[in-house]
């Protein structure tokens, strides 16, 4: 079946360090990703979007990578501040025209 | 303003009746679409709209209608409502640029809750 799946347990770090999200998916192949932000009781909030032929893709603090191969996308902050706290959510495109499949997110802490 | 606003934001109703949330944007995109986000499920489209004249379902419509009223507007209607369609709800709007690559733009969400 096909599934997306992200860490459902909170992660919590220290600020200034790196927080690493993962975001795996089986049987599909998307052309490619997006991550969104989304803060309690609001709407998501696009952050980033890599395709499938790129490996990286950078925005100020922010990295995502894309391995086709293992089928899994990692989303990094660097130099993480409190205000970075929020839940993170991966969604990948099932078939060319825009409709997003989401995983179920990842919640961030960080910690003063 | 916002460019895209969900009414009511908040709505308590009794299973049975009918309920139907309201979207709009100004901007002036062509595709709308409406999820619903549970805990642990996160977000799940329930039907999309490519156009005024374009309707489609998506993962779980079953219990839902939607009208597309005009390029700005797409309801979401609940004909009897149940407990289980307790959910946060979400309208969402993307251009057709990019081979329909781009973002989803979110509104603020309506809480419903059904008793």
């Known amino acids: 079946s096909q599934k997306i799946e992200q860490n459902s347990e909170a992660l919590n770090i220290q600020e200034g360090k790196t927080a690493t999200l993962t975001c795996n998916y089986t049987n599909y192949s998307p052309a490619y990703l997006q991550w969104y932000r989304q803060d309690p009781g609001r709407g998501p909030v696009f952050l980033l979007l890599i395709r499938e032929n790129e490996k990286e893709k950078r925005k100020e603090r922010l990295k995502v990578t894309f391995d086709t191969t293992l089928k899994q996308s990692l989303f990094h902050i660097t130099a993480s501040q409190p205000a970075d706290s929020a839940t993170y959510l991966c969604a990948l495109v099932a078939n060319q025209g825009g409709k997003l499949i989401f995983g179920q997110g990842t919640e961030l802490s960080v910690k003063p | 303003d916002a460019d895209v606003t969900q009414t009511p934001r908040n709505r308590i109703t009794k299973t049975g009746k009918r309920i139907m949330l309201e979207c709009s944007q100004t901007?002036?995109?062509?595709?709308m679409y409406w999820y619903r986000q549970d805990p642990g499920l996160g977000l799940r489209l329930i039907y999309y709209?490519?156009?005024?004249?374009?309707?489609n379902k998506g993962e779980i419509s079953d219990g839902y209608s939607v009208s597309r009223q005009a390029q700005a507007k797409f309801s979401l209607s609940l004909e009897s409502a149940i407990p289980n369609q307790t959910a946060l709800y979400f309208c969402a709007t993307s251009d057709t640029t990019s081979g329909g690559y781009n973002e989803q733009f979110f509104g603020p969400g309506t809480r419903l809750t059904v008793l």
């Open positions: 709209s490519f156009d005024v004249k374009d309707i």
């Open positions: 901007k002036g995109h062509d595709r």
